[in-house]
């Protein structure tokens, strides 16, 4: 019905930066929250940041001030700008997107497949 493909992750050394992108595509009446969460090894999945669709946004504690979201309303695509990365960020960082359906107009959370992430020391 609705499908997020992810891209961007890939190895980076520590300070680097990685821009990851995640577009929504299918039967979209429209989108609501988009954000980005991220499940480390050993760790729960945890939320990273998320923005609305009026472009407020939220960051966890760990990333505020080295992560930015965004997103593009007209490409259904919400974006995680990554600077200053460190060995902790390593994770999978799957995107979500709170989306009513052009098919039944309930809304759903979607989910994209993850991407990896791996920062160097």
């Known amino acids: 019905q609705v499908l997020l493909v992810e891209s961007g992750g890939g190895l980076v050394q520590a300070g680097g930066s990685l821009r990851l992108s995640c577009a929504a595509s299918?039967?979209?009446?429209?989108?609501?929250?988009m954000g980005w969460y991220r499940q480390a090894p050993g760790k729960q999945r945890e939320l990273v940041a998320a923005?609305?669709?009026?472009?407020?946004?939220n960051y966890a504690d760990s990333v505020k001030g080295r992560f930015a979201i965004s997103r593009d309303n007209a490409k259904n695509t919400v974006y995680l700008q990554m600077n200053s990365l460190k060995p902790e960020d390593t994770a999978v960082y799957y995107c979500?997107?709170?989306?009513?359906?052009?098919?039944?107009?309930?809304?759903?959370?979607?989910w994209g497949q993850g991407t990896q992430v791996t920062v160097s020391s």
């Open positions: 299918g039967s979209i009446f429209r989108i609501n929250d």
């Open positions: 979500y997107s709170e989306t009513m359906s052009g098919l039944d107009f309930k809304t759903y959370d979607y």
């Open positions: 923005i609305t669709s009026g472009g407020n946004t």
